[in-house]
């Protein structure tokens, strides 16, 4: 997904387009061991695969706390059979545990936590 637009970096008004652009969300699927990047921001990752469980690791929080919004969030969902583990990277921890399943159907959006030092699911 693109970068978010913000008046501040243009210095100048938006366009409809730009704006417009803010809000598009785009849904790729993985099928194997995934990094979460920060131009994943605002979109939807799809886990599938039929029988082989994988992981699908968030960025780091400093990175992701660095994003020019200041707001990075993404969706993650399982449409498929296998479970998709989702992990924080390295010792960083989503609500508290070093990681969260996804069973068929299930589906996430992470952002960061309050302090800035986590990720949490905001729906689930």
């Known amino acids: 997904m693109p970068t978010i637009r913000t008046r501040a970096a243009k210095t100048s008004a938006l366009t409809q387009s730009e704006l417009d652009a803010n809000f598009k969300r785009t849904v790729t699927q993985k099928t194997t061991t995934y990094q979460v990047l920060i131009s994943d921001n605002r979109s939807v990752i799809e886990g599938n695969h039929a029988t082989t469980a994988f992981t699908i690791t968030l960025p780091p929080v400093a990175t992701a706390d ?5 707001d990075f969030e993404v969706t993650i969902t399982n449409i498929n059979a296998a479970i998709v583990t989702v992990d924080g990277s390295g010792a960083e921890l989503i609500d508290g545990a070093a990681n969260t399943t996804l069973s068929q159907w299930d589906s996430a959006t992470f952002q960061l936590d309050s302090a800035q030092t986590g990720w949490k699911m905001v729906s689930n």
């Open 66 to 70: 660095n994003a020019e919004t200041g």
